[in-house]
């Protein structure tokens, strides 16, 4: 296409054509001539430049957000003509890497190293190549976009985090009293509660049903080994920012990879019945693809007024300090037992607003009278904050 140069190179032709008019001297005609075709012919070249190419593109199937990938970029010349000064502007994975090739021979192919810097989590099936040429003098250019298929998941930032949870250290897992509807195994008696669909017919305290004509059982506890179910709210709430999201996903994934890593069962959702509809699991592939995948959507924070049906687990909440979790310890998933623990991102060290330090400080009180965990993140690094738990 034509640049600024083109238009000054075109109207210094136009003053020499119309001295030429007005002298009537026969070379300036020529002058005039060599001007106009110049940046013709440099537009025609910087054209065929960039024309009768391939392109292969190779990168790492997985990555992690904010990491520098390399990439590997192969050439094919089809034309018997070399092709000159090619600059090479690569998108793939949310990130960009550029290369400048100073000549390709006719018939020849390059093979290049292409590193995109600051990769973006996501799910990504393709990659752009622009492929640009400029004219001698600068007289023209000439762009080519290119896409090219080349599958890659960039993942949360995860980190590998030491330590584990710090209530069973022998066993790994936290134990925790897990409620049950059955005296086999029981340790202590709780009380008489509501008939649930997954309760025995033998737990079934028919007197209690008779008086309050209804389905009562009754109800004892044990202590367990219970597996963690981390639930992240993705909701993209009105304070929350990309960072304050980002962090959240990070956490998630660094947990996520320290049970799979010890070879423990884990459970992972964008809300509790997600969580609960897809299971356990021990492998942290599932975990991170999800997480990649994760997007901020504009609806309501969670509703967790109802406890994880998952038996023998414990909710590992990962949150933002919005204002509508302030009363968070009246909240079903964490106040039955076994409790929960709750990892709060601050999104005011991400721009955005949120429970003050008053606040924050009082509801982490009363959460630690139900036994339940807190720890606040930052912007700082996140291992010392997780290592804890």
């Known amino acids: 296409m034509p640049t600024r140069r083109t238009f000054i190179w075109l109207a210094a032709a136009l003053i020499t054509y119309l001295i030429a008019w007005n002298v009537g001297s026969g070379w300036l005609y020529v002058v005039t001539a060599l001007l106009v075709a110049f940046p013709l012919l440099s537009l025609a070249w910087s054209r065929l430049n960039v ?20 990439a590997s970029l192969r050439l094919v010349n089809r ?10 502007d690569l998108k793939a994975g949310g990130g960009r890497g550029h290369a400048f090739v100073p000549v390709l021979g006719g018939r020849e192919s390059l093979q290049l190293a292409v590193t995109i ?34 599958p890659v998941v960039v993942f949360p930032a995860w980190r590998e985090i030491g330590g584990d949870w710090g209530f069973a250290r022998g066993s790994g897992h936290r134990s925790a009293t897990v409620p049950l509807a059955s005296r086999a195994a029981a340790a202590d008696y709780l009380g008489v509660r509501d008939y649930r669909p997954e309760d025995s017919p033998r737990s079934i305290h028919w007197r209690t049903s008779a008086r309050l004509n209804q389905l009562a059982v009754v109800e004892y506890s044990r202590r367990s080994l219970a597996s963690p179910v981390f639930i992240v709210d993705t909701t993209g709430s009105p304070v929350g920012t990309p960072g304050a999201l980002e962090h959240a996903l990070a ?48 609806r ?9 049906s998952l038996p023998d687990t414990i909710p590992v909440l990962i949150l933002p300090t919005h204002e509508c979790y302030g009363d968070l310890d009246s909240r079903g998933l964490v106040s039955a037992p076994p409790g929960s623990i709750v990892v709060f991102v601050d999104t005011r060290c991400f721009g955005g607003g949120g429970m003050d330090d008053a606040e ?16 606040v993140l930052g912007n700082e690094a996140m291992e010392p904050c ?3 738990l």
Not at 55 to 70: I, M, Q, W, Y
Not at 360 to 375: H, I
């Open 117 to 150: 810097a600051d990769v973006q989590r996501g799910i990504y099936s393709g990659a752009s190549l622009a492929v640009s040429s400029s004219g001698p003098l600068g007289l023209a250019s000439a762009r080519r976009l290119v896409e090219m298929t080349s």
């Open 79 to 88: 034309s018997r003509f070399p092709r000159w000064f090619l600059r090479l």
């Open 300 to 308: 309501e924070p969670l509703a967790l007024d109802r406890p994880l």
């Open 386 to 388: 997780l290592e804890a």
């Open 251 to 298: 956490a998630a994934a660094s947990l996520a990879r320290r049970e799979a890593d010890r070879g423990r069962p884990y459970g992972i959702g964008s809300s509790p019945d997600d969580a609960c509809g897809r299971g356990l699991c021990r492998e942290s592939s599932e975990a991170l693809f999800r997480l990649a995948g994760a997007e901020a959507e504009s």
């Open 51 to 70: 024309g009768a190419m391939d392109f292969e593109l190779g990168t790492p199937a997985t990555a992690r957000h904010g990491d520098r990938v390399v």
């Open 360 to 375: 924050l400080g009082r509801l982490r009180e009363r959460l630690g009278r139900l036994g339940t965990v807190t720890v």
